[in-house]
């Protein structure tokens, strides 16, 4: 690991440095490309900052990233963390000269690109997720992907379980619904209606109140990120269902205003038994 009190070196607000590689980083401009000079990052100082502490508390060797972009998190990862494998996708190919940088700093067996790959084709990130780890648990699975609600919650479920037990999966900008002003309340938004990611995270939170050993925590750490890490009560690879996981016990139940998932077929009635 680079040590993080020399590294990164800032140059100016959007300009920073790492011993191999130089960064451009924005956080909304998507004409940014990476070339054989510079690597572009959708982040800001205070986000990098955040996976410092992420990747300082616990030894952190695999990683699985949704949506790469022009690969700036793989890169930057690799110069930090020096992890033994990141496998990255996005729907989008990584460009020429991404896999020219990747090649020229010997980094082809440790960092791998997949792209044209939606999120939400989950049999295609199982297979990935299989492929590239093996029966190896993934310490660190980051979702920086579409910010769609059905896309995020589809990957979720079925990468969450191949995550080691304390596990962090981090999900990236999930606030939009709350962001006032152009562009996320006006009609150019590029989540026009669609289902507010909010949602997400409340059942992320009902679930792990309701199965903390699947959900072992959900901190909110601020409207870009949330982090959910991943109880040991469930086997290695199994996909999660947020709705089956998710149960309100007792008779008399508060009202909720966000409608609580489906239950489990027959719990209340497993309860009532026990209860006599
Ligand atoms: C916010 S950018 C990622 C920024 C990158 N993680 C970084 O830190 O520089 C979102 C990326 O997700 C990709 N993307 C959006 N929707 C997707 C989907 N449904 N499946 C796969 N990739 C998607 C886009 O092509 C884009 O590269």
């Known amino acids: 690991m680079t040590n993080w009190n020399e590294w990164p070196q800032w140059s100016g607000d959007d300009v920073f440095r790492t ?12 004409s940014l490309k990476t070339n054989k000079n510079e690597i572009a990052l959708l982040k800001n100082r205070e986000f990098l900052e955040l996976y410092r502490d992420i990747v300082f508390n616990e030894p952190v060797r695999t990683i ?8 700036g998190m793989p890169l930057f990862l690799a110069d930090m ?29 440790s960092v791998k690109l997949f792209g044209n790959i939606d999120q939400a084709d989950t049999k295609k990130i199982r297979s990935i997720l299989d492929d590239s780890f093996g029966e190896e648990p993934v310490d660190l699975i980051i979702d920086d992907c579409s910010h769609f609600y059905a896309q995020t919650k589809a990957s979720f479920q079925a990468a969450f379980g191949y995550l080691k037990p304390g ?4 999900i990236e900008d ?16 590029p989540f ?35 982090i959910v890490t991943r109880g040991a009560g469930l086997a290695h690879k199994e996909p999660v269902d947020l709705a089956a996981i998710t149960h309100l016990a007792g008779d008399r139940r508060a ?10 077929p027959g719990l209340l009635s497993r309860i009532r038994a026990k209860l006599g």
């Open 19 to 30: 011993p191999r590689f130089q960064f451009s980083c924005s956080v909304k401009d998507y």
């Open 255 to 264: 009202q909720l205003i966000v409608a609580p998932a489906a239950e489990p």
């Open 81 to 109: 963390v020096a992890p033994e494998k990141i496998v990255a996708i996005d729907w989008n190919a990584p460009s020429e000269d991404l896999l020219d940088l990747i090649k020229a700093n010997g980094l082809e067996s």
């Open 174 to 189: 999930w606030g939009w619904t709350h962001w006032p002003g152009h562009p996320w309340q006006s009609p150019e938004s």
């Open 64 to 71: 699985f990233e949704l949506g790469f972009f022009q690969g």
């Open 192 to 226: 026009g209606d669609s289902t507010s990611m909010s949602n997400l995270i409340f059942e992320l939170i009902m679930a792990s109140a309701s199965a903390s050993g699947i959900i072992a925590g959900v901190n909110v750490v601020n409207p870009a990120c949330v």
């Open 167 to 170: 596990g962090k999966y981090i």
